[in-house]
């Protein structure tokens, strides 16, 4: 007899999920609040630059094994693109230097011995002292781990955490921290090799996965947002909707939820989960691009962290950015136009723009924060949870997503 999961929620970790769950032979019935699929992770036409855009500006890894087995899985691995090795320009407006990060494609990190490669002023010695990261434990503060400071700090490290935990490095999770360069700097170039959407992060990660779901016979329900649990004992029994609106589940069928920290504490009482949350700026600028523009640039020394080059558009990532929630509109797009046209080379008056400012983009990748993170088992033998914010051992990250959901998958596949 075929097995029922119910899957509340329709970002990637729900997708992911779903999708897994789908191709295992279970009828999955997906639940999403909102009126489209993909959460963060997701594309919009906005008529400001009249493209369509991305909710924010993601960059995926060769070496995140879960993200690209769910592209796979999903038929789109082609859509995620990138150079044939793991390179990384950079540039200091300050200076107004420029460089190449060259990981190359080997299994080990030999480029730290090729001074060419490294970043500029920098050896091998400044590397080896990120080791302490390597065996941070969770409680531990990155500033109390390494040394904030010097020329790979400001280069290379504090660009690449300020990313990845999307706090300031000194006071994020070492723990985290760890682990994003365990699996980057010092897995070799081959799993360093950076991945972007450059069709859109729906056309990629999230439409194909929802027809692959109704091609197996998923239930896909937009604007289902979900109210409450019903409880049976140690299970859950029925999923309240609003109004009449109860789905019954029976003793063999499981749930996911896989929504944000804030509604799942909600729906799950007594629910630890995160508290606190930083922002992400992003901003879209309709502009062809130069033939010769990399497709990602790090910038050091401006207001914006990394430059994105798509077809008829540049775009732009700032981490950590809570101190421009407030700031102006017009004033911000004119601080960001000047910093892309020094970065990238281009000039001209500001063109189109879209600013999206995400006030609680991930939880806040603190030691504190970051031990609130639940597992995805519940209380409840039926319930399993997924999502970035859950201890997935990953900073807020689509990979961290995708192991959510591929482990709530396998917590279902294997009950009893």
């Known amino acids: 007899m075929q097995k029922t999961a119910h899957i509340v929620g329709a970002g990637i970790s729900g997708l992911a999920a779903a999708v897994r769950l789908a191709k295992a032979n279970?009828?999955?019935?997906?639940?999403?609040?909102?009126?489209?699929?993909?959460?963060?992770?997701?594309?919009?036409?906005?008529?400001?630059?009249?493209?369509?855009?991305?909710?924010?500006?993601h960059l995926l890894l060769s070496g995140n094994r879960h993200a690209l087995a769910y592209a796979k899985s999903i038929g789109t691995e082609a859509g995620l693109v990138g150079p044939k090795t793991a390179q990384f320009p950079f540039v200091d407006l300050t200076t107004g230097q420029r460089w190449l990060l060259d990981l190359g494609d080997n299994r080990?990190?030999?480029?730290?011995?090729?001074?060419?490669?490294?970043?500029?002023?920098?050896?091998?010695?400044?590397?080896?002292?990120?080791?302490?990261?390597?065996?941070?434990?969770?409680?531990?503060?990155?500033?109390?781990?390494?040394?904030?400071?010097?020329?790979?700090?400001?280069?290379?490290?504090?660009?690449?955490?300020?990313?990845?935990?999307?706090?300031?490095?000194?006071?994020?999770?070492?723990?985290?921290?760890?682990?994003?360069?365990?699996?980057?700097?010092?897995?070799?170039?081959?799993?360093?090799?950076?991945?972007?959407?450059?069709?859109?992060?729906?056309?990629?990660?999230?439409?194909?996965?929802?027809?692959?779901?109704?091609?197996?016979?998923?239930?896909?329900?937009?604007?289902?947002?979900?109210?409450?649990?019903?409880?049976?004992?140690?299970?859950?029994?029925?999923l309240k909707f609003g109004g009449d609106d109860t789905v019954t589940i029976g003793p063999d069928d499981a749930v996911v939820m896989a929504v944000p920290a804030r509604p799942a504490a909600s729906l799950l009482p007594g629910l630890k989960t995160p508290t606190k949350f930083r922002a992400i700026v992003n901003a879209h600028f309709r502009f062809d691009p130069p033939r010769d523009m990399p497709p990602i640039l790090g910038v050091i020394g401006g207001l914006v962290e990394w430059l994105f080059a798509f077809p008829q558009r540049l775009s732009i990532t700032i981490s950590n950015g809570d101190r421009l929630i407030d700031t102006p509109r017009e004033e911000l797009a004119q601080a960001l136009w000047r910093d892309v046209c020094t970065a990238g080379g281009v000039s001209g008056e500001l063109p189109p723009w879209q600013i999206v400012r995400e006030r609680r983009a991930t939880f806040e990748a603190t030691p504190e924060q970051n031990a609130l993170r639940p597992g995805a088992v519940t209380g409840l033998k039926n319930l399993f949870l997924a999502g970035d914010w859950t201890d997935t051992g990953l900073p807020a990250t689509i990979e961290g997503s995708v192991r959510s959901g591929d482990r709530a998958a396998d917590l279902v596949l294997a009950m009893r």
């Open 26 to 57: 279970y009828k999955v019935h997906l639940h999403e609040a909102t009126q489209q699929a993909g959460g963060r992770c997701r594309s919009y036409f906005d008529a400001a630059t009249n493209l369509t855009i991305d909710n924010g500006n």
């Open 108 to 238: 080990l990190p030999l480029w730290l011995f090729d001074e060419s490669r490294r970043v500029p002023d920098t050896g091998v010695r400044d590397y080896l002292g990120l080791m302490p990261l390597v065996w941070a434990g969770q409680g531990t503060l990155v500033g109390d781990a390494i040394r904030c400071d010097g020329t790979l700090y400001q280069r290379l490290v504090q660009p690449l955490l300020l990313a990845a935990l999307n706090v300031d490095p000194p006071i994020g999770s070492a723990g985290l921290a760890g682990a994003i360069v365990r699996e980057t700097l010092l897995a070799g170039g081959q799993a360093c090799r950076p991945l972007i959407a450059r069709e859109g992060l729906s056309a990629v990660l999230v439409e194909p996965a929802i027809k692959l779901l109704q091609e197996k016979g998923a239930a896909v329900n937009f604007g289902h947002e979900l109210h409450g649990f019903d409880m049976a004992a140690d299970r859950v029994g029925a």
